[in-house]
């Protein structure tokens, strides 16, 4: 699940980041609602957290800019 974030220029790279983020947590939510009125298999489980670690990895990046 590794994007392809281009670091040329922290203004894109941040932007790319701020995207992907912004898919994952969209993602991300709708596993939650899944989770709560249905329940999640082990393959949704295992994407929910993969998902979980991304967001970590991209939050690591972004730290790097300060």
Request: proline share 3%; charged share 30%.
């Amino acid at each position: 699940m590794k994007s392809q974030v281009a670091t040329t220029t922290p203004g894109r790279a941040v932007s790319q980041i701020a995207a992907e983020m912004d898919q994952l947590f969209r993602k991300q939510i709708e596993l939650m609602k899944s989770e709560t009125f249905v329940g999640l298999t082990p393959s949704q489980r295992a994407e929910y957290d993969q998902i979980g670690e991304r967001i970590r990895e991209l939050f690591a990046e972004l730290a790097k800019f300060r």
